[in-house]
């Protein structure tokens, strides 16, 4: 008996029923695809809570909303640069780029923690010079683990995107989801939680593994190019795609003009947008609850379990056919569910205060929006064309997300001003009134953008048109 062909048959017949039915070749595509899709999520879950631990050690809590907000203009040369690489560069090509980059990098900034952060506990002891050093490179790391989160997943569901048809997406997108959120769950406790049970007083080992799983992305991207069948490669448009030629002028900016040319982007853009904006408000206010109780290594660990919980949660809500209101109902409901849930987390937030409860919250949240409107988002991106699925998304889901958490940073920035002038209890009810003035009208309007985004994909699907 083929046990190997047996067991690839068991998973197929199980996945059938949160997923949809896979051909053979089909299941073992997507099989494959999760698998890069899992070490890069694994990879950038366990970066997230370094990112926030690593820059609160170095530099302070409340410096966060800073970070967040000059973020956007530290990323207009890396997107600049990485824009200029798609015209000259295959997609392909790109897959193994970047995580070479990245890997690289990583390893460089181990070894410069094993060394600073160990030193930073004796800030106050050094001379400013050092801590000049110190505090710069708490933002450069910052910033290189934003890019890492707006590059390297947007290029995979770009490229996934671009080699997937509208029927197998649907069922195959989900499932990709799934097994990626195997690699969120056991990273980041594994890795990144690491130092804190072994006694370590750094995150330079986790650190370390990250920089060499990073690099283990180029094997595995190209095992996949090479045991898919071309077949199975082909985009929406189909093989005449590719003789196509290309009438736009290449540039930066390129993908910024697609972008204000069409509302099917511009409404994305808003999805994103919203959520973003919302979240980083939840967000921060649970790091600073964290950072009033946990330091150091100790807080990497406790956001490394935050990262973890938040994949359980989302591989449980897809284990439990979450995705079935994206096949059974339609693109559309799954976007529009999405305000809602977040417009309920909003009034919890509005109504209580409690690190657990923040911890829920923000899981809740997270979780939820990779289970049902992430999966959905791809989506929209099929019926486009190419330079709208590698230069407009990148412009979306680089800057629409970094804007975002901007726009929402700089109204974190408000809460200290507030507790300044009103007291630490009254500014924090100011503040929270505040957020509930701002955030439910726009809850609104993305839940009009959602209705809008799924009737404009469901009719360029049964036309088989391209939207833009």
């Given amino acids: 008996m083929d046990k190997p062909g047996y067991i690839l048959r068991f998973f197929q017949w199980t996945c059938r029923f949160n997923f949809g039915n896979f051909e053979r070749e089909e299941f073992k595509k997507f099989l494959r695809m999760g698998l890069i899709f899992a070490l890069i999520i694994g990879i950038y879950w366990t970066l997230r809570p370094l990112k926030d631990s690593i820059f609160i050690q170095l530099v302070g809590t409340l410096q966060l909303p800073f970070a967040k907000t000059i973020s956007v203009l530290a990323l207009l040369p890396l997107v600049m640069f990485y824009t200029k690489l798609l015209e000259k560069t295959s997609r392909e090509k790109m897959l193994l780029i970047l995580p070479a980059f990245y890997g690289v990098c990583i390893l460089a900034f181990s070894l410069c923690m094993l060394y600073v952060q160990a030193s930073a506990e004796d800030l106050a002891n050094r001379s400013h010079f050092f801590s000049l050093v110190t505090t710069g490179l708490g933002y450069f790391w910052y910033l290189f683990v934003e890019s890492f989160g707006s590059l390297v997943i947007a290029l995979f569901w770009a490229f996934a995107a671009d080699t997937t048809e509208p029927a197998q997406a649907k069922r195959g997108f989900p499932l990709v989801v799934a097994i990626g959120q195997m690699g969120g769950i056991f990273a980041p406790y594994g890795i990144g939680g690491l130092p804190h049970r072994l006694g370590f007083t750094t995150d330079a080992l986790s650190m370390l593994c990250l920089g060499v799983l990073t690099l283990m992305i180029i094997p595995l991207v190209l095992y996949f190019l090479r045991a898919t069948p071309k077949s ?66 100790a807080l990497s660990h406790y956001l490394s379990l935050y990262g973890s919980s938040v994949n359980i949660v989302s591989l449980l809500c897809l284990l439990l056919g979450i995705s079935n209101i994206t096949r059974f109902l339609g693109v559309g409901v799954a976007l529009a569910a999405m305000p809602v849930i977040v417009g309920c987390a909003l009034l919890g937030f509005l109504s209580l205060n409690s690190l657990t409860f923040l911890f829920i919250l923000m899981v809740g949240s997270k979780a939820i929006n990779y289970a049902l409107n992430g999966p959905a988002l791809k989506q929209l991106y099929i019926p486009t064309t190419p330079d709208v699925k590698f230069k407009a998304q990148a412009w979306i889901e680089t800057f629409g997300s970094r804007s975002s958490k901007q726009a929402g940073s700089m109204f974190n920035m408000s809460l200290a001003p507030f507790q300044s002038a009103f007291g630490t209890l009254a500014g924090r009810s100011h503040y929270l009134m505040l957020s509930g003035i701002i955030c439910f009208p726009l809850l609104a309007f993305w839940f009009v953008v959602a209705l809008y985004l799924g009737r404009t994909f469901r009719k360029a699907i049964h036309s088989n048109t391209v939207v833009c």
């Fill in 232 to 297: 199975l490669l082909t985009s929406f448009h189909g093989k005449n795609e590719a003789s196509v030629e290309r009438k736009q002028e290449p540039g930066f900016l390129e993908g910024l003009k697609l972008l204000l040319k069409n509302r099917y982007l511009l409404g994305i853009f808003a999805a994103n947008f919203i959520y973003e904006v919302v979240v980083t408000i939840f967000d921060f206010n649970f790091k600073i609850s964290a950072s009033t109780q946990y330091s150091g290594v």
